[in-house]
């Protein structure tokens, strides 16, 4: 298995545009993650979905940022408009929800927002 | 060991040395325990995970041990390798209640291993 992809590796963008960033889970979990990370802050938990379905979306910090999971496949996380504090390494994790809990992370997208 | 604070902890060992990283987790419900290894530009990976009702764990030259009396975790590496070099995270789980534990993560610890 080719693990946990995540796209694009690196997005710098303009503040106030629209950033999409990528995920493909392994294939067979039914749980995903996604999480911010900064010197300031660690890892941040931004929201989780549970069989497509979002769980938990406390950590998502503004309505600037939105999360789907159309199929159990394929995860988006958007930025719109962008803000210099959003530059972070964003990171999708994911696990199956039974049995061992293990979150599988990809290799993150580190964004840099001017 | 770990910290709230804005800098990582940093613990720097000779290769060959046995390495112990601490974790201190603030919630007593935590019935789950994992600790993460993560290297420059790489996501978290996965290293040994521990439940509540052990006090420890053993895998490949590393070793979990649990005191939930004040609330304490560790990690021990055997034999440190320059290859173990990386940020260590630890966190703690709470039962859910239906679907997947919700891992909380610690700032992490720098482990610096010289050669």
């Known amino acids: 298995d080719a693990g946990v992809i995540q796209s694009p590796r690196h997005e710098v963008t303009e503040m106030g545009q629209e950033v999409t960033l990528r995920c493909k889970p392994i294939?067979?979990?039914?749980?995903l993650f996604w999480y911010r990370q900064t010197m300031m802050r660690g890892l941040e938990l931004l929201i989780y979905?549970?069989?497509?379905?979002?769980?938990?979306d406390s950590g998502m910090p503004e309505d600037r940022f939105s999360a789907k999971m159309p199929n159990a496949s394929f995860s988006t996380l958007k930025i719109q408009p962008s803000e210099p504090r959003d530059s972070a390494v964003y990171f999708c994790a994911s696990s199956l929800a039974s049995g061992k809990h293990e979150q599988f992370f990809g290799p993150g997208t580190r964004l840099t927002v001017l | 060991g770990e910290s709230v604070g804005l800098h990582l902890p940093t613990l720097s060992v000779q290769e060959g040395d046995n390495s112990i990283i601490n974790c201190a987790y603030s919630?007593?419900?935590?019935?789950?325990f994992i600790w993460y290894k993560q290297e420059s530009g790489k996501g978290p990976q996965f290293i040994i995970d521990i439940r509540s009702n052990m006090d420890k764990r053993q895998g490949q030259r590393v070793t979990v041990l649990l005191n939930k009396t004040v609330k304490h975790l560790s990690l021990q590496i055997a034999a440190t390798q320059p290859g173990d070099s990386a940020v260590y995270f630890c966190?703690?789980?709470?039962?859910?209640?239906?679907?997947?534990?919700?891992?909380?993560f610690g700032r992490g610890t720098s482990l610096i291993v010289h050669p």
């Open positions: 979905f549970n069989n497509n379905v979002p769980i938990d």
């Open positions: 966190a703690e789980n709470i039962p859910p209640g239906g679907g997947s534990y919700i891992p909380t």
């Open positions: 919630n007593s419900a935590s019935d789950y």
């Open positions: 294939s067979g979990h039914n749980s």
